[in-house]
């Protein structure tokens, strides 16, 4: 039973373009949304992070939008650099209980001069 | 640098084994965290533990266990090693208790079961 789900496998942006990466939740009980970038060899960085009280954070070129209803949220990187290479995973947690957190498969993408 | 430690990097088995792999977390953090990244799934939550005692679960199996203690490293011990068990081990540490709730993963053991 998948609970995070990212849908694309991968994603190709030009350099200074937009990338928008997506995420879909199916458990309502996830009360916190977070972004992890991972190169290879490495272990996950975090990046970015949402609350379920909020529907919008931003930090510097990154941001997240939740929207609850839908139960998905998304990333924003504006403009894109040739260093977002990399695979992006989606994590949610539910902090009034098990404070485990749960991933999507990741989204490979990959920044073109 | 997330400030999270893990040795070793890289861990060559035979099937039937047992090895140790160790975390030393972020200074300040409680809670240490163990996942497991295999090729089809993707990372899985194995156990937590907080201030040295277990808080929550996973899918880890009856095989693997894990320890935090008092000086908050923890390690997780993985027993008659199969060859699915070749897989990347991560651990993560946070504060443990309310926000901020990110956790920060370390550079991960590499672990080949042959």
């Known amino acids: 039973d998948q609970q995070v789900k990212q849908n694309s496998p991968s994603l190709s942006v030009q350099e200074g373009r937009i990338s928008i990466l997506n995420c879909d939740y199916t458990n309502s009980m996830f009360d916190y949304f977070l972004w992890y970038k991972k190169y290879p060899a490495e272990g996950p960085t975090f990046l970015i992070s949402?609350?379920?009280?909020?529907d919008k954070n931003e930090d510097g070129r990154f941001t997240v939008f939740l929207n609850k209803s839908a139960k998905h949220l998304s990333l924003h990187i504006v403009p894109s650099q040739p260093g977002d290479s990399a695979v992006y995973f989606c994590a949610a947690a539910n902090f009034q209980g098990a404070q485990k957190l749960v991933f999507g498969q990741g989204t490979r993408l990959t920044i073109n001069p | 640098d997330s400030g999270v430690t893990q040795t070793p990097k890289h861990l060559i088995t035979a099937t039937g084994q047992r090895v140790t792999l160790r975390c030393s977390p972020r200074s300040g953090d409680l809670s240490v965290y163990w996942y497991q990244q295999s090729l089809d799934q993707g990372l899985q939550f194995l156990i937590q533990?907080?201030?040295?005692?277990?808080?929550a679960k996973g899918n880890i199996l009856e095989r693997f266990s894990a320890q935090q203690f008092p000086d908050l490293h923890s390690e997780l011990n993985l027993s008659s090693l199969e060859l699915g068990d070749s897989a990347l081990y991560f651990c993560a540490s946070s504060v443990g208790r309310g926000l901020p709730y990110e956790q920060y993963f370390g550079p991960g053991t590499r672990l080949t079961v042959t």
């Open positions: 533990y907080y201030n040295g005692e277990e808080r």
């Open positions: 949402i609350s379920s009280i909020k």
